[in-house]
């Protein structure tokens, strides 16, 4: 694999990984844009962060990467409700409209991104 992609392979791996930690680290934050019909929003939250961490360590090896990539990309695709919510909360509280407008269209560049790893 070239240099490039190996650095955009690990860069995308601790982009995974970290946020996976951050939902242990800062729960609060991930609560605070968790849709109101979500279940148990405390275990869906761990969850995820399970799966991040998870898919950050599958897209290490060659074996699992391409079950990690199809993962991410599902879990972008889940999550993405939370992003719309998350946008819609700030344009009713006037804050951080723009960073969260911005975060709707870079999912779609985060799949086009873990795409290229098939």
């Known amino acids: 694999m ?7 392979l690990f860069l995308m791996a601790a982009l995974y990984g970290f946020a996976g930690i951050s939902h242990f680290r ?7 844009i968790t ?7 405390e ?5 995820v962060g399970i799966v991040e961490i998870g898919l950050a360590i599958g897209l290490l090896f060659s074996s699992t990467r391409s079950l990690a990539v199809y993962g991410i990309i599902a879990l972008l695709i ?3 409700p939370a992003n719309v ?3 819609q909360k700030a344009r009713k509280k006037g804050k951080h409209v723009l960073a969260t407008a911005i975060r709707l269209p870079i999912q779609a560049f985060l799949i086009l991104w873990a795409w290229s790893y098939l």
């Open 2 to 8: 070239p240099i490039l992609n190996t650095i955009s």
């Open 26 to 32: 800062n729960p609060k934050f991930f609560l605070k």
């Open 35 to 41: 849709p109101q019909w979500v279940p148990a929003p």
């Open 43 to 47: 275990k869906v939250n761990i969850f």
């Open 78 to 80: 889940a999550v993405f």
């Open 85 to 87: 919510y998350h946008f």
